[in-house]
């Protein structure tokens, strides 16, 4: 009896961490275009991991709302990390009333996240600049180059974005295409967990690289 119950809690304790997520919500005009690791057009809702996440989010607003006659104004792409687990997690963003707002959101890159306590998420905000026309754009690609100087600049501080601080600092990626094809795919999936891990991690990871 006893051998049953601990074999039915520990099943439990597995589905329930097996099945542990978060949920992001998404206010209007705000889509999700990437997801760790792929390419997505989500608006609304979504499911995250627990752990670390990395999103690029783009804002599109009506300076004045629907019933005004203003063209619609579009944010850069950002890029969005985190880590959660288990959380309800709201998007938020200012109102757009003017079309110099965007501008201002642009500069300031003002996407916050908090949980549904209304706790405020840690969160790294980073332009995704890109050279050329912006249409058609392979956010996948983008991305790729993006972790990758990440991963070369790794000794760079890190720009938190937290309630009451705005960085001033935008990390910059190219799209090029002879750029991203001289990457392996392990040589990718490396650049990629690198950018998951904590400091710790990261520091043991270069000692070993070191001593190799």
Do not use: C
């Amino acid at each position: 009896m006893k051998l049953k119950l601990a074999v039915f809690l520990t099943s439990a304790m597995l589905m329930s961490t097996a099945f542990a997520e978060n949920r992001l919500n998404l206010p209007e005009g705000v889509t999700v275009v990437y997801q760790n690791g792929k390419e997505v057009k989500t608006v609304g809702s979504m499911r995250l991991p627990d752990g670390h996440n990395q999103l690029v989010m783009k804002y599109w607003a009506i300076p004045g709302g629907p019933q005004s006659n203003n063209d619609i104004v579009e944010s850069d792409a950002l890029v969005v990390e985190f880590k959660a687990a288990n959380q309800s997690i709201d998007v938020l963003v200012p109102k757009i009333r003017r079309s110099r707002d965007m501008e201002r959101f642009n500069n300031k890159q003002d996407i916050r996240l908090q949980t549904s306590s209304g706790a405020a998420l840690d969160t790294k905000v980073t332009a995704l600049k890109t050279d050329g026309l912006l249409i058609g754009r392979d956010y996948a690609q983008e991305m790729r180059a993006f972790n990758r100087d990440s991963f070369n600049n790794s000794g760079a501080t890190p720009v938190v974005h937290n309630y009451g601080q705005n960085p001033s600092s935008i990390r910059t990626a190219s799209g090029s295409q002879s750029q991203a094809s001289v990457t392996s795919m392990p040589e990718s999936m490396l650049m990629y967990w690198y950018q998951q891990a904590d400091d710790d991690a990261r520091a043991r990871f270069k000692a070993w690289i070191n001593s190799q």
